[in-house]
């Protein structure tokens, strides 16, 4: 099940900067506004900058036609899509994704190369020994072999990611997302 939900601002095309909501166009679109928050009243965390050394890094990333919006941007699913693109493959297999929190800082055009980097949340996250202490205590086939010990953790997992442009490193996007075992590997 997925649940999303989304802030929106207006913003003058010509100057770039946020703008108040003409009395009209709110009129409009008042019938469909929610009568509660969306939101938890907790204190929004900054999501914190990694470097070039993250040890997931996928380049060339490249925004398609179909990816742009009406204003020539890539489309923020597309940023979710490049974000994952720098998860090792092994995570995919052994894990699924719980949550992602995205803070957007800059548009991506349609010209725009894209670099996506990933590194874990923290340096030494929990981890098991995979091949001796799950294969044989789950239902169904053992988790793939997962040498790098920052993927082979029962607990949840998070990491943290920048897309990037690739020339002059202007950041597009920080994320964080958070990772959970995937059932059939959990011991029973």
Known sequence: ????????????????????????????????FLDRSVLKDEPCQRISRINDSAPYIKTGLVPKLQDM???QHVNHVKYIGWVLESIPQSLLLAYELTSMTL???KECGPSDVVTSLTQPDSP??????????????????????????????????????LLK??????????????WRLKEHYLRK
């Open 165 to 178: 442009m690739q020339h002059g490193g202007t950041e597009i996007l920080r994320g964080k997302t958070e």
């Open 103 to 105: 803070e957007y800082r």
């Open 69 to 71: 919006d009406m204003n």
């Open 124 to 161: 030494f996250p929990p981890y098991i020994e995979v091949a001796a202490n799950l294969s044989s205590n789950t239902v169904g086939a053992s988790p793939p072999r997962l040498s790098d010990p920052c993927i082979a953790s029962s607990g949840s997992l998070q990491y943290i990611h």
């Open 1 to 32: 099940m997925l649940y999303e939900c989304s802030n929106w601002a207006m913003m003058n095309q010509d100057s770039r900067k946020l703008s108040k909501m003409p009395g009209d166009v709110r009129a409009e679109i008042s019938p469909h």
